[in-house]
Each structure stands twice: as C-alpha cells, then as structure tokens.
C-alpha cells in the first residue's frame, strides 16, 4: 500500500504543476488589454480615461499607464493630445499623438509611429525600441537611454534637444534633421540623411552610408566610418579629434 500511495503522489505532483501553469498563463492572458482608440467610446473607457472632442475627433488624456502585456493603438482618424503617458507595454500611433507643453512620454515597451508625432516643448524618454516610419516634429526634449534603440524610416525633425545614449538607426529615403542640439554618446548608424544647422556633438561610433549634411556645430571625438558622404555647406564648422575614415569630410558652401 505505501509503494501505491507513493507512485500515486509521484503521478499527481506533474499534473498538479502543469495545472498551476496553465492557470498562471491564463491569468496572465486574461490580464492583457488591447486599446484601440478611434471614437468617444473607446476614448472614455476606464482602459484610456480620456474625455472626446467630437468635433476634431480629438481624445484628450491627462495620465496614462500602459503595462508590459497592454497595447495600445490610435486609430488613423484620432488625434490624441496627451499630458503624461508611460508605458512598458506596446503603442502603436496610426493617427496624430500632440504632446504640449509639459507634457511626457515615457517609453521602455515597443513604440511605433506610423502617423505624426508632434510635440511642442513636451518630453520624450525612450529605453525601448522605438520606430518611427511617420513625422515626428519635436521643439522639446528627446532623450534616448542606454537601452533605447530608435529606428527612424521617416522623418524626424527637431528644434529642441536629442541626447541619446543608447542606438540610433535613420534606414535608406528617412531624413534626421537638428536646429538645436543634438549629443550621441554611443551607437549612431546613418544610411540615409542626417541635416544639422544647431550643434551637433558626437563621443560615439559612427557608421555612416548615407549622407551627413553640416551647416551648425559639429564636434567628434570618436570615430566616424565614413562609407557615405560628409558636408560641411556654408555657416558650418567640424571640429574633429578623432578619426574620420575612408572618406574626408567634403567643404561645400553653396551661395
């Protein structure tokens, strides 16, 4: 009988433990939410909380929580004006996301921009992947953590400030353009065109294919594989102590 009772408990304990997976698995599942905002009603829902402007098709968020199983989609026909969103989760942009004064986005999930992003003095903290294959127009505050990997396959376009310290990739036809200040520290790989007219000052590596149009500040301290082509139009300066390879930087001043 004890031989039967022990073979029995060596039998149950399996079934037990897969059970208690399965649950757990299905607990989880049950915990992911899919938001897709493209009318009042999903604007107002508790998942968003935001309040619906009819007649611009605008739904306003004061705060926003997305969590690492949650997803988030604004339809094409949405605009979405923010105050303070963050989120570990997944956002997917169709529509036009506003950003005031102020406002934040903070994002360590995976951020997709196929619409317009614009953000007037307001705050972007990126430490996940972020992909932008729309407009994203900033005269605010881009930072980009060590553990963010921005992908710009459209255009990016700022008057305020980008730091990253993390990987920037702008792909073939995308367009990065800085009037103000723009630090990279670490991973910068640019096969398309890069236009700076404010400072730019890079300490990172640089694989350049593309093309990397200076009429600013331009500060490099570490080394730039230059495979593409270097500007430097009229107005801008580069200012370089440390190695430019393959090919020289080209002295352009167009009148």
């Given amino acids: 009988m004890l031989i039967m009772t022990n073979i029995k408990k060596i039998l149950i304990l399996p079934v037990l433990v897969a059970l208690i997976s399965v649950l757990a698995l299905s607990a989880q599942d049950a915990a992911a939410l899919v938001s897709t905002v493209n009318d009042k009603i999903s604007c107002v829902s508790p998942a ?31 605009n979405f004006d923010i105050g303070t969103v963050t989120s570990s989760g997944v956002i997917v942009n169709d529509g036009t996301i506003h950003i005031a004064s102020g406002g934040v986005i903070t994002t360590s999930g995976t951020f997709t921009n196929n619409g317009v992003i614009d953000s007037i003095s307001g705050t972007i903290t990126n430490s996940g992947p972020f992909n932008n294959f729309g407009d994203l127009t900033s005269s605010g505050t881009i930072t980009n953590g060590p553990t963010g990997v921005i992908q710009n396959s459209g255009q990016l376009t700022s008057t305020g400030v980008i730091t990253s310290s993390g990987a920037i990739q702008t792909n073939m036809g995308s367009v990065l353009t800085s009037s103000g200040t723009f630090t990279n520290s670490l991973n910068l790989v640019n ?19 593309g093309y990397i149009l200076n009429q600013g500040l331009f500060t490099n301290s570490n080394t730039i594989t230059n495979w593409g082509g270097i500007f430097n139009l009229c107005g801008g300066s580069i ?4 190695t430019i390879a393959i090919r020289t930087v080209i002295d352009v001043c167009v009148a």
């Avoid at 009819?54 to 026909?77: E, H, Q, Y």
């Avoid at 096969?191 to 294919?209: A, D, E, L, R």
């Fill in 48 to 78: 968003v909380g935001g309040t619906w402007n009819s007649v611009t098709s605008t739904c306003v968020v004061a705060t926003l929580v997305i969590g690492p199983t949650d997803t988030l989609v604004i339809a094409s026909n949405v």
């Fill in 191 to 209: 096969k398309g065109t890069i236009m700076t007219s404010g400072t730019f000052t890079n300490s990172g590596p640089v694989m350049n294919i």
């Fill in 239 to 242: 200012t370089n102590s440390g």
